[in-house]
C-alpha cells in the first residue's frame, strides 16, 4: 500500500543568533491511509519543528532539507501558493494550545466557514451550514447557537473541539495533532481522543499524533516513532514497542511514565539521567550515548543507522531480552 | 451590548457634569475680577456694581452655576464681553473649520500610520521597514510649524499649487472648501501618522506572533486574509486608542498650524480670547473641548466593543 504521507531524511536547521542549530537530522517515517501515527519524545526533541516543517510552517530562520511527500507530492520546496492550497485542505494542524490559537475577535462559526471558503468555495449559507454539521461531528452541544460564539465564550475543552472541527472542515487526507491534549484537564482529554478516533473511524484521516503522553500513544495510536535529539530512533507497532521497546531510551521512556499497578512498591518513577543535548550539529555517533547505560566504544565514534523490517531500530546495542518496564 | 451602551452612556453625562463644575470653578478662580477688566480706566463703584448685576456677578456662586448651567443647556453661552457677539455663534463658525480639518487630519494620518505601520511589522528586518522607520523618525522630530511653512514657501507661493491661507466654508463651495484645507490637514496629518505608524508596528508585531496567526496560516489562508484581518483586527484597539486621543488633541485646537494657514477655527478663537480675557469665551471653549473629548472617548470606547467581543461581556458583567 502506497503511504499519504511519505518524509524522507528531512533535516531541519535554525539559523540563531549563535550560529546554525540542528533541529531535525534526517528523520524518515510514512503514515498510511487511516493510520495513527504517534511520534513521541521529550520536549526539544524535534517532533513539533518536524510537524510544522511538513507544510512549510516553520520560520523564515529554518533551512529544511530533504522530500516530504503528501500523495506523490512533494511539498519541501513547493512554492508558497502550492502550499497555501495544501494547508488546510490537504493537511490540517491541530495545536497544544486551544486558549490562544483561535482569534479572539472572530467567532468560532467564522473561523470554520473561513476554511470552507478559501478552499472549498461554499457561499456563505452552504459554509454556514456546514460549519454547524461539523460542530456536530467534533461533538458540541446545541452547534447552532455554538457557531455564533467566540472563543472566550468557550471552556478549553469544546475550543479545543472547534479546533479540531476546523481542521477536519475539507476532509484532510493527513492531520497533524500537535500536543492536542496537552493542554486540557484528564477527563476533557478522554473526550478528544474519541473525537479524533471517531474522525478515523468515520472519515478514514490519517492522523500525525505529536505527544510526549505514551497513554495518549496506547489509547490512539497504531504506530509509534520514538524522537530523540532530532533523530528517529525507534520506530514499531505500537504493542510491539510498549512490549519489546529495543532502544534504551524507548525503555527509559516508558520506565519513566506512570501506569496504574506499576511502580507500587519503589514509590517512585524511573528517571533517564541528563538532558536532551542542544546540538549546533549532528555528531557521527549516537547522540543518547552520554546518558545511555548500555553505551558501547562504538556508540561514540559512529552513527547507529535505523534497521529494516516492522520493527526498527538505531542502536549498537539494542535490547533484545525481555525487560519488565 | 445594550447594556454596555446605556452604562457608557451614563458614565459619560457624570464626567460631562463633573467637567461642567470644573470649567466653572475654573475661570472663577482665575486671578483679577472680570468686573474690573471691563469697567476699564472708570472704575467708580456705580458702573462696578451695574456691571456685575449686568453679568450675575453679584448673585452667589450657586446662583451663577446654575444659571450658568440653565442656559449653557439650551444653547446660550452668552455674549463675549469684548465685542457683545454671542458666544454660541462664534463657536459655530469656528468649531465646523476645526472639526473639518481635524478630521480630514485624522485620515490622512491613519490611512498612512496604518498603512506603513502593517508594512513596518510584515518586512521586518528588510529595507521596507527600515524606509517606514526613517519616515515616522523625521515625522516626528521635524515641527510641523516648519513644515507649514515650507509647504506654504514652495507649494503655495512658489508653484501655486494651494492658497496659502483663508477658509471657505464647505456649504458655499465644497471644492475650495478642501482645496484650502487639504495643505493644513497633510500637514498635521503627516505629523500625527508618525506616531500611529510606531504603535501599529508594535501592536501588529505582537498579533503576528501569535498563535491564532500560526493558525490561520495552517488553515491555508491567503496573506491577504492573515495579515489584514487576522492580525491587523487585534491590533485595531491599539490604533483607535491613540487616534482618538489625537482626534482630541486636534479639536481643542490645532492652534499653530490655524494661526500659519490662517483658518478661523477653534484654536485661534482660544488664544484670542485667552490673549483678551474675554471670560465667557474661555468658559464655553473649554467647555466644548471637555464635551469633545468625552464624546470622542465614548465613541472610542464603542468602537473597542466592535473590535474586541471580550469587551462588550467585560462592560455588561
Known sequence: MKPVLAVKDLSVTFRTEDGPLSAVDRVSFEVGDGEVLAVVGESGCGKSVTAMSIAGLLPRTATVNGSVELDGTELIGADKRTLRSIRGREVAYIFQEPMTSLNPVFTVGHQIIEVLRTHIGLNRQAAHARAIELLKLVGIPSAERRVGDYPHQLSGGMRQRVMIAMAVACDPKVLIADEPTTALDVTIQAGILDVLRGLRERLGTSIVLITHDLGVVADLADRVAVMYAGRVVETAEVHDLFAHPEHPYTVGLLGASPAAGRHAESQRLNEIPGLVPVLTEQPDACTFADRCSRAVDTCTSSQPQLTDGPHRVACWNPVRERVEV | ?317
Open chain 2, 1 to 317: 451590548m445594550r447594556r454596555y451602551l446605556l452604562n457608557r452612556l451614563w458614565q459619560s453625562a457624570v464626567t460631562l457634569v463633573l467637567a461642567t463644575i470644573v470649567v466653572f470653578a475654573g475661570v472663577r478662580a482665575l486671578p483679577g475680577d472680570p468686573a474690573l477688566a471691563l469697567a476699564g480706566e472708570d472704575r467708580d463703584p456705580e458702573s462696578l456694581r451695574a456691571i456685575r448685576e449686568q453679568y450675575g456677578l453679584d448673585q452667589s456662586w450657586l446662583v451663577q452655576f446654575w444659571q450658568f448651567v440653565s442656559h449653557a443647556a439650551r444653547g446660550d453661552l452668552g455674549q463675549s464681553i469684548r465685542t457683545g457677539t454671542p458666544v454660541r455663534s462664534m463657536i459655530m463658525s469656528a468649531l465646523p473649520v476645526t472639526i473639518e480639518l481635524s478630521v480630514l487630519a485624522i485620515l490622512i494620518a491613519s490611512v498612512i500610520g496604518v498603512g506603513a505601520g502593517v508594512i513596518a511589522a510584515v518586512r521586518r528586518g528588510r529595507p521596507a521597514e527600515w524606509a517606514a522607520n526613517a519616515l515616522a523618525l523625521l515625522g516626528l522630530s521635524v515641527p510641523h510649524f516648519w513644515l507649514g511653512l515650507m509647504a506654504i514657501l514652495y507649494l503655495s507661493v512658489a508653484l501655486g499649487l494651494f492658497p496659502a491661507s483663508g477658509f471657505v466654508p464647505f456649504f458655499s463651495n465644497p471644492v475650495a472648501n478642501l482645496h484650502h484645507l487639504i495643505l493644513p490637514a497633510l500637514i498635521l496629518g503627516t505629523g500625527l501618522s508618525a506616531v500611529i505608524m510606531r504603535q501599529t508596528r508594535s501592536s501588529m508585531l505582537d498579533a503576528l506572533s501569535a498563535d491564532y496567526i500560526r493558525t490561520a496560516e495552517a488553515k491555508g489562508l491567503p496573506p491577504k486574509a492573515v495579515v489584514g484581518k487576522h492580525a491587523l483586527r487585534n491590533s485595531l484597539i491599539v490604533v483607535v486608542t491613540i487616534v482618538g486621543l489625537q482626534l482630541g488633541a486636534l479639536i481643542s485646537g490645532a492652534v499653530v498650524t490655524e494661526r500659519i494657514f490662517a483658518l478661523p477655527g477653534f484654536g485661534k478663537l482660544t488664544v484670542d480670547a485667552v490673549f483678551q480675557r474675554d471670560y465667557p469665551v474661555i468658559q464655553a471653549v473649554v467647555l466644548v473641548t471637555a464635551t469633545a473629548y468625552i464624546v470622542i472617548n465614548l465613541l472610542v470606547d464603542l468602537l473597542y466593543s466592535v473590535i474586541d467581543p471580550r469587551i462588550r461581556v467585560r462592560g455588561e458583567a
